[in-house]
């Protein structure tokens, strides 16, 4: 699996977008390509770089799971976009 995080902050934790509710999720990439891509449009949209950053399904998971983080698995046949205004 594959996540971005803020370049220069990876250490920090993955990048989330908020839900509908206000809640964090968490994008968990199954493709690397996918992940990049998402990562260009949000440098493209907010001019803020991201680092892609491989790590096993179990870990990720886990991780969400220890902080109570909402994630979702996007597989290749989904189709993810930056929202205008996710803060």
Same mark, same amino acid.
Not at 17 to 22: I, L, P, R, T
Not at 60 to 63: E, L, R, V, W
Not at 76 to 81: A, G, K, M, R, S
């Given at each position: 699996m594959w996540i971005l995080a803020p370049k220069g902050y990876k250490d920090e934790g993955a990048y989330a &977008? #908020? !839900? $509908?509710?206000?809640e964090k999720v968490v994008f968990l990439f199954q493709e690397r390509d996918d992940c990049e891509r998402y990562g260009i449009q949000l440098e493209a949209k907010d001019n803020?770089?991201?680092d892609v950053i491989e790590i096993q399904d179990t870990v /990720? +998971? /886990? $991780?969400c799971e220890r902080a109570k &983080? #909402?994630?979702t698995i996007i597989s290749? !046949?989904? +189709? &993810? +976009?930056p929202v205008e205004d996710n803060d």
């Open positions: &977008v #908020k !839900d $509908s509710n206000g803020f770089g991201m /990720a +998971i /886990a $991780s &983080v #909402k994630y290749p !046949d989904d +189709i &993810v +976009i």
